[in-house]
């Protein structure tokens, strides 16, 4: 195997030994099976690539001070596909046979799994899309669903220190009954122009405001947000945002830290009244927030005037990572260890 600097990992695509595959054909899944190859062979009028017939999730193993490989929050993502599934009638998968999946390409390629010492983890992606062939807008009738693995080290290079993000009020993400709740690739297209708009400009990523009225927070392209003021930890409560996973469990580590949790529609000006921001997610962890600017109306809401993550965001983030690498006890059996 080539030489992988495991602490220097970015998050980015190293192919590994195997993916694991589970075809919908003639009205039942199949078993599943063993690949080798990074390539799917495919009709050119698969669903999945006219009509964005395509659904993915993301979880991570992470390796333990005892060895162990823990996987985290399993079960979450197995449901949150099947509700990705429904919203663009894609043939649902069982939760089973998505666990099953996970777990063998995540053990058939254990020695990806990034050493604890390195602070990086294995990024599991499993997807699910049409494959049958259709020209006029209908679902299909053959699916494939695959697991491939990746090693990974942070999303944000900074990793744990603040970034900036920007509010571009000429774009939307998702529709407000549209598919901003469910984890389908076309979210994610149309997240990409105001994405590389936001880098040029030297942010991070973009807070998206709700598409109607243009006047509460949603979340980012690739994270939830969330926002601290004393005790309390403050989510955006929206039609049109993924139910995050990771913002789940900070709501129940804040609430165990003795915090109040509040889920609501958040105006954006009242950003001027919290003392921290954060991006969270699988993929982002925890990205502490430095400042939001509002681009069109020139405001700006700093979080982090000394580059250093505020206290809370700290706490909740050593806290999630403690239970994901085995340190902290998983009260809430979280964790699947292998
Ligand atoms: N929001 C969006 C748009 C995402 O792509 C993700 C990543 O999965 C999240 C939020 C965070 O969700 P989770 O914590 O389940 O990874
Ligand atoms: C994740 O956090 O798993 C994501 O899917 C975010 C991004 C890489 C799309």
Redesign the pocket.
């Known amino acids: 195997m080539e030489t992988i600097n495991w602490s220097d990992l970015s998050f980015s695509y190293i192919p590994t030994d195997y993916n694991v595959r589970c075809y919908w054909r003639n009205g039942e899944w199949g078993e599943l099976e063993v690949s080798s190859s990074e390539y799917i062979p495919m009709h050119m009028a698969a669903t999945c690539l006219h009509y964005g017939q395509e659904a993915f999730e993301?979880l991570k193993a992470f390796k333990g001070k005892d060895g162990k490989i823990r996987i985290f929050r399993l079960d979450e993502n197995a449901k949150r596909l099947q509700s990705s599934c429904d919203s663009i009638l894609m043939q649902r998968l069982p939760v089973e046979k998505f666990k099953e999946a996970v777990i063998k390409a995540v053990k058939l390629n254990e020695r990806f799994v990034p050493p604890y010492e390195s602070g990086a983890s294995l990024y599991i992606r499993p997807l699910l899309v049409g494959t049958g062939a259709r020209v006029g807008v209908n679902p299909a009738d053959e699916y494939l669903f695959l697991v491939f693995v990746t090693p990974v080290g942070p999303y944000f290079k900074t990793g744990f220190k603040p970034t900036d993000v920007c509010i571009l009020r000429e774009f939307d993400r998702a529709a407000p009954q549209g598919t901003g709740n469910v984890?389908v690739g076309g979210?994610y297209a149309a997240s990409l122009r105001s994405g590389a708009i936001a880098h040029e400009k030297g942010y991070t990523a973009v807070l998206f405001l709700d598409s109607k009225e243009k006047k509460y927070l949603d979340?980012c392209?690739?994270?939830?947000f969330f926002l601290i003021k004393g005790n309390q930890y403050v989510t955006p409560a929206s039609n049109s945002?993924?139910p995050?996973?990771?913002?789940k469990s900070l709501m129940q580590i804040a609430e165990d830290m003795g915090m109040e949790v509040v889920r609501r529609r958040i105006e954006v000006d009242e950003l001027a009244h919290f003392e921290e921001a954060g991006e969270?997610?699988?993929?982002a962890v925890i990205s502490p927030v430095g400042k939001v600017d509002d681009i069109d109306t020139g405001k700006s809401y700093v979080f982090s005037k000394d580059g250093q993550p505020g206290k809370v965001c700290e706490q909740l983030y050593k806290t999630l990572r403690g239970i994901q690498y085995g340190d902290i006890e998983d009260k809430y059996g979280w964790v699947t260890v292998l």
Do not use: F, Q, V
């Open positions: 993301g984890k979210n979340e392209g690739p994270a939830n945002i993924l995050s996973i990771t913002n969270c997610g699988t993929a």
